[in-house]
């Protein structure tokens, strides 16, 4: 078997946890303000992070 | 005779070199232990111990007064005829040879060291230096070259060490069991392959508890399905993995400000709080 590491290594950095999130954020970005808007919090369920009213 | 001092002489110049490189290397990084044909192992110990040997030859190149003497050695160890004949400028010739030869010695290993720091220096903030397009295209590719596919995808490698990650795994085993922790060691067999990964703060999923909570119609986050396994390490062999799972994890605290600072560039001002899954307590 031969892996071509550098496509590989390109692959691994592309898709880390963080900018998975940082995505959904930008796709929930209406779902998220309106859960704020309304007072309630919004829980991002993968990740367990919880954003609040920052008021 | 000539012979034994070529021998000697290749040991000296190639064979510790390589040795001792290989061993430096070996300690910050798996390298491919096989698809390397016999020309390829050839071609990576000439470039190994030839730049430490040609820094030290340019070093030395405008001593001509020891040409002279290397000529009167070889000859000497070539020709018998030659020795008997120059005994007195052979023996003398030797001794300004070896005298010469300590200083090319000490040099040669003096480069062999800076090559192998460089190259450590390299391996270690691989992650960093290849975000370079200079850095990328010509070491980063011959590193990658000679890097056991394993080391990317079981080790931070890949990313800047300064991020300090972490490799999270989801490692499903041919029982059906699914295993979660943090790749602590990854193991190598002989040939390169992969023989077993060693977890710290490992959690065993519990899919019969799953099942029987879904028949009985309770509901549960699946966070509270993983059970943490007693014991510091988990040691799973490759033999019974049959899918791996991995992320490269940031520390909480930076992940934590990745996020805010996309909320802060979406406009939203709101509160952050993570919430790591909680695990049930250990098993008895």
Redesign the interface.
């Known amino acids: 078997m031969?892996?071509d590491?550098?496509r590989?290594?390109d692959a691994?950095?592309r898709d880390?946890?963080?900018k998975i999130?940082?995505q959904e954020?930008?796709a929930k970005?209406q779902e998220?303000?309106q859960a704020?808007r309304e007072g309630r919090e919004y829980v991002l369920d993968s990740?367990?992070?919880?954003?609040?009213?920052?008021s | 005779m000539i012979a034994l001092a070529a021998s000697a002489l290749l040991g000296l110049y190639v064979l510790v070199p390589v040795y001792l490189f290989e061993r430096a290397a070996q300690s910050f990084i798996r390298l491919k232990r096989h698809?390397r044909t016999r020309i390829e192992e050839f071609g990576a110990g000439i470039l190994v111990s030839g730049i430490p040997f040609v820094a030290t030859c340019l070093l030395f190149w405008n001593r001509q007064n020891a040409w002279a003497d290397y000529k009167i050695v070889v000859n000497g160890l070539y020709s018998e005829r030659y020795f008997d004949a120059h005994t007195d400028a052979f023996w003398n010739s030797l001794k300004a040879v070896f005298h010469h030869q300590e200083w090319f010695f000490l040099w040669n290993y003096l480069f062999l060291i800076t090559e192998i720091a460089i190259v450590v220096l390299c391996v270690r903030q691989f992650g960093r230096l290849?975000q370079y397009a200079i850095f990328k295209n010509t070491v980063?590719?011959f590193l990658?070259?000679r890097?056991s596919?394993w080391e990317?995808?079981l080790t931070p490698f890949?990313?800047p060490p300064s991020e300090k990650r972490r490799v999270e795994v989801d490692v499903m085993v041919i029982d059906g069991k699914l295993y979660r922790g943090t790749v602590q060691e990854h193991f190598l067999g002989k040939d390169g392959e992969l023989s077993g990964l060693l977890l710290k703060d490992a959690s065993r999923f519990q899919y019969s508890k799953l099942e029987a909570d879904r028949e009985a119609k309770k509901h549960k986050d699946l966070?509270e399905y993983w059970k943490k396994i007693p014991g510091s390490n988990l040691y799973v062999s490759f033999e019974k993995i049959v899918t791996l799972n991995l992320?490269?994890?940031?520390p909480d605290d930076d992940?934590f400000e990745?996020?805010r600072e996309?909320?802060r560039q979406?406009g939203?001002?709101?509160?952050?709080?993570?919430?790591?899954?909680r695990r049930t307590r250990s098993e008895e």
Request: charged letters at 30%; proline letters at 7%.
């Open positions: 031969t892996v590491l550098e590989l290594a691994l950095k880390t946890p963080e999130i940082e954020l930008e970005k998220i303000a704020l990740q367990a992070l919880i954003i609040k009213n920052a | 698809q290849n980063g590719k990658l070259k890097v596919e990317p995808l890949v990313f966070p992320r490269y994890e940031l992940l990745r996020v996309k909320l979406l939203i001002r709101a509160k952050l709080t993570i919430e790591r899954p």
